[in-house]
């Protein structure tokens, strides 16, 4: 859905791995007349048909939960209502989001054991299957599908169930990658696969969503410790529609516009297939550009990491295209500031005309800094896209 382009010197055009553009009907339903989410019964419904939809999206049959607050809340509440102290948690880790579960379980008193990968390619399931044979005993394990820093690709398909035949919970952040691939909850055995509205699904910040297995529940339901949280307990939600009660307010202007944004991804029908084709065809500009990638294989397609060239500081490359061409792409973090840029072609993101104009822009700050390119990278991108594939 085609946006209107503003001026350079207003609100600059969105080309971050998230958030995302966001289209005009999801902007307009979330300026509607809103009733009260705490005691209206429609409301109650209306809630809940959504999170029915959602979980049809993320192929799954467990329940789904959409909660008040931006994805980290429902990465929070999943660490606060499965750790308990001295448990033992596998941290999988080949990129920075990856890494940071670590962090967050040892809040809650539990021991992060951390299984590293390459951070330049997606994890080996069979590097993870020998770990385990020597080491198995996790209350649950940790995996980004798509880590937003460097772009790489997880295969759940691999790794979830070879974690499940060891008796592990399985829980996925899928943040960044849902709407780009793909994503079949209950075939890949996942427990508890983890969303957020500003990505893919280009709706504004400001809404995180999970589905919770059955497996997952008894876990929760069966802990010998009280959740140290309220916000963050997920026990309260679990029967919220029978007891027509949410454990706050909900932010219901949100939800109205995460309904509309769910409902434009489904009424494309394939969105995946929009993806990939603008993803292959970013790499294929890169690469012919003279200019490297970052990940060496298993590249997602909703984000494409460049490395900077030599001599050159990412951070100020990135405020130069917004100040001089009015464009906003992704710098990096961590180990990866100033060294990595990031172009977020995901959601409404991955339009032809998006995409091309943020080359260009790309191409032309590189030419200021004095950076020869082998070949125009908007010109590659567009004979790509015409292809027939």
């Known amino acids: 859905m085609k946006q209107r382009r503003t001026k350079v010197s207003d609100v600059p055009l969105l080309m971050t791995p998230g958030p995302t553009q966001v289209c005009e009907n999801v902007r307009i339903v979330r300026a509607l007349e809103m009733t009260s989410p705490d005691i209206d019964l429609k409301f109650f419904k209306f809630y809940r048909k959504t999170c029915f939809k959602l979980a049809a999206f993320m192929n799954t049959e467990s329940q789904v939960l959409i909660l008040g607050g931006e994805g980290m809340v429902a990465l929070d509440s999943v660490c606060a209502s499965l750790a308990e102290p001295k448990d033992r948690v596998l941290i999988l880790d080949n990129g920075i989001f990856g890494e940071g579960f670590a962090d967050m379980v040892k809040v809650y008193g539990a021991e992060s054991v951390v299984f590293k990968g390459d951070r330049t390619r997606g994890l080996s399931s069979e590097k993870l299957r020998e770990f385990l044979e020597n080491d198995s005993d996790f209350k649950f394990a940790t995996i980004v599908h798509c880590d937003t820093p460097s772009g790489v690709l997880n295969d759940l398909k691999e790794i979830c169930p070879l974690l499940k035949s060891y008796g592990i919970l399985t829980v996925v952040d899928a943040v960044s990658s849902m709407v780009g691939e793909p994503l079949f909850t209950d075939d890949w055995a996942i427990d508890i696969c983890i969303g957020a509205s500003q990505k893919g699904l280009s709706a504004p910040p400001g809404l995180a969503f999970l589905s919770i297995s059955p497996a997952a529940w008894t876990v929760i339901e069966g802990r010998k410790t009280p959740i140290p949280s309220y916000y963050c307990n997920l026990l309260l939600w679990k029967n919220y529609y029978e007891n027509l009660w949410f454990p706050y307010t909900l932010p219901i202007s949100d939800i109205y516009g995460f309904n509309v944004a769910l409902d434009n991804v489904l009424k494309e029908g394939n969105a995946f297939k929009r993806h ?114």
């Open 276 to 389: 990939r084709k603008i993803a292959k065809a970013v790499r294929k500009a890169v690469i012919r550009s003279g200019l490297s990638l970052y990940l060496k294989s298993d590249y997602y397609s909703t984000v494409t990491a460049i490395n900077v060239p030599e001599g050159l500081d990412g951070e100020a490359l990135v405020q130069k295209i917004k100040d001089e061409h009015g464009i906003l792409i992704g710098g990096n973090f961590g180990y990866l500031k100033g060294k990595v840029i990031r172009i977020g072609h995901m959601g409404e993101n991955a339009r032809l005309e998006y995409v091309s104009e943020t080359l260009k822009a790309i191409q032309l700050t590189l030419k200021s800094e004095g950076v020869t390119l082998n070949a125009d990278m908007e010109a590659v991108f567009l004979e790509e896209m015409v292809k027939k594939k």
